[in-house]
Structure formats: C-alpha cells, structure tokens
C-alpha cells in the first residue's frame, strides 16, 4: 500500500488584506480550493493590516476548504494582528504556527497533534472539572 502525498499550497498575504484584497485571494485559490483536501498555508509575515472584511476572505477560504475536506493554516501572524484574530473568534478555527515550515509539517502530523485542536481539548477538559 503506498500513501499519496498531498501538496500545500503557499500564499503570501499582501501588506494589507480587505475587501478588495480577500477578493483577489479568493479568486486566485478558486481552483485549488475546488481541489479535493485542499491544504493551504497562508503566510501572514508580510501582514500589517486586517479589516473585518480581510478576516470574513480568511474564513471564506476556510469554509471552502472544509466543503473538501481540507484546511488552511496560517504561518507567521504578526503580533499586532493576532488581537484582531481572537477578537473576532477566528483565533479558534486557524491553526497558527510560527513558521511556514511548521504549518507545512502539521499537515503530515495525526489531527490530535494539530495545533487548533489543542484548544478544543483544553475547553473539554475545563468543561469535564465543571461537571465534577
């Protein structure tokens, strides 16, 4: 039995990203997010600005590559913008990692080890001390 490997695609986020940039993401994803288990890394280091507008394309991407049982990852957020991310919930559906090498790896590791479950299982275990 041989396992096939999957690409992952890698795209820089421009300086800025909001309606007119998450637009240009999306259409230049199109394909590869009809793909099936699309696996994309966003890289976040050249990243300053993010409306809400910018953030809705990030979770579109997402929603896409869910349909197809993929995802997406985002690789090197800047500090400042990672306020904007928890603010609006959508620190708890991207996996984030340091580095672009490292979001790459975490698509070859078993989901239980992918960081934006860790998460969910902190919340399962303070939920499961509640209950006690």
């Known amino acids: 039995m041989s396992i096939r490997k999957r690409t992952v695609i890698v795209r820089q986020l421009p300086q800025a990203l909001n309606a007119e940039q998450g637009r240009i993401v999306l259409s230049e994803l199109e394909e590869c997010l009809s793909a099936e288990r699309p696996r994309i890394v966003f890289d976040c280091s050249k990243l300053r600005h993010m409306d809400r507008s910018g953030v809705l394309s990030l979770l579109s991407c997402l929603e896409e590559a869910l349909k197809q049982n993929g995802d997406v990852r985002l690789a090197a957020v800047p ?4 306020g904007i991310l928890e603010v609006t ?3 708890r559906l991207f ?3 340091d580095s672009i090498s490292e979001a790459i790896d975490s698509f070859a590791r078993p989901k239980r080890d ?3 479950l860790k998460h969910f ?3 399962g275990d303070n ?4 209950a006690a």
């Open 89 to 91: 919930g959508a620190a």
């Open 79 to 82: 500090a400042s913008l990672e």
């Open 95 to 97: 996996a984030m990692f």
């Open 127 to 130: 939920a499961a001390e509640n």
């Open 121 to 123: 299982s902190e919340v």
């Open 114 to 116: 992918a960081g934006s």
